[in-house]
């Protein structure tokens, strides 16, 4: 039987057609595996990198626990050239900072009020939020003075709060009524409270701004005077040229004061070692944070 020469050369050019089509979907299949082998690759990079880094804050934290580990001592800092990794540690005390639950509860809520009118908010406001957490942590039902209890929350469409126990989380301290503004002001309150301290701000560690919310009476330049002889002559808090005051009388008579009800709120000796540790390698960092008072571990996050 004879074909017809068109139709031969059209089922050629079909045939042609249908070549070049499987090439080409071919040829994105390879592209695409190839994507994919790639991504995937470096998605086993980054797993393994992060392990590393995770190694290293877990070998900076083991040093940093040792009671004979000071914050200045250089075996906080490690750096391994022939991989671009290492970790670095800092150790201080939980007792640096403002112990939330305590001063809520032992009648220092002006500790709080301080702070929050010295990061901007106004007298009212901030004796509003402190009052809301002093409602937010008693068991009762009573509305403080400028505070807010389950119908003010219902109120606002916010059924279930206050919680009416003690803080246990610092984010749950977010949920507190008026603690929006506060954030606003300071996005990084949370690195001026702690909830796992003995209920005492260390004058030797504290900052500024927490010293100064302690003692409201004394002057902020001389606050200021007091931290720049406290961390030496390289202005760092936490390194070996810090003068380290002994007792929280030899502080009140260096800031001109002699403040007795805040005695048992203040100490020059924390108790709570806090350690952060960073460990990296690469582009990839771990941070592990842990509390401990003696050998009890008190809180931990790693991120
Ligand atoms: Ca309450
Ligand atoms: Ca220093």
Redo the contacts with the bound molecule.
């Keep these: 039987m004879q074909i017809p020469v068109n139709r031969l050369l059209n089922q050629q050019g079909s045939s042609l057609v249908a070549v070049f089509w499987l090439i080409g979907v071919l040829g994105l299949s390879i592209l695409g595996a190839a994507k994919f082998v790639a991504l995937d690759a470096q998605w086993i990079k980054g797993l393994k990198s992060t392990s590393i880094a995770r190694n290293h804050a877990a070998t900076g934290l083991a040093i940093a626990s040792h009671p004979a580990i000071t914050p200045a001592d250089p075996l906080l800092r490690w750096l391994n050239p022939a991989e671009t990794g290492g970790y670095t540690a800092e150790v201080s005390s939980e007792e640096a900072l403002i112990p939330l639950n305590h001063v809520l509860f032992h009648g220092r809520k002006e500790v709080v009020r301080n702070l929050f009118i010295l990061w901007g908010l106004s007298p009212d406001e901030a004796s509003s939020v402190v009052d809301a957490m002093v409602d937010w942590t008693d068991e009762n039902d009573l509305t403080s003075l400028h505070g807010a209890e389950a119908g003010d929350y219902s109120d606002r469409g916010q059924d279930g709060f206050p919680f009416n126990r003690p803080f246990q989380t610092l984010e749950e301290v977010e949920f507190v009524m008026g603690m929006r503004e506060v954030k606003k002001l300071k996005p990084n309150w949370k690195e001026y409270f702690t909830l796992w301290s003995v209920g005492q701000i260390d004058l030797n560690e504290a900052n500024e701004e927490i010293i100064a919310a302690a003692l409201s009476s004394v002057d902020v330049g001389r606050i200021a005077e007091f931290a720049i002889y406290r961390?030496?002559?390289?202005?760092?808090?936490?390194?070996?040229?810090?003068q380290h005051f002994t007792s929280v009388s030899d502080v009140l008579v260096f800031l001109g004061t002699t403040p007795r009800p805040d005695l048992p709120l203040l100490t020059v000796r924390g108790s709570t070692r806090r350690i952060v540790s960073t460990g990296f390698f690469n582009d990839y960092s771990v941070k592990i944070s842990e509390t401990r008072r003696g050998n009890d571990l008190l809180w931990r996050s790693e991120y």
Excluded: E, H, P, Y
């Excluded at 030496?232 to 808090?237: A, C, E, P, S, V």
């Design positions: 961390n030496g002559l390289d202005g760092i808090r936490g390194t070996l040229d810090d």
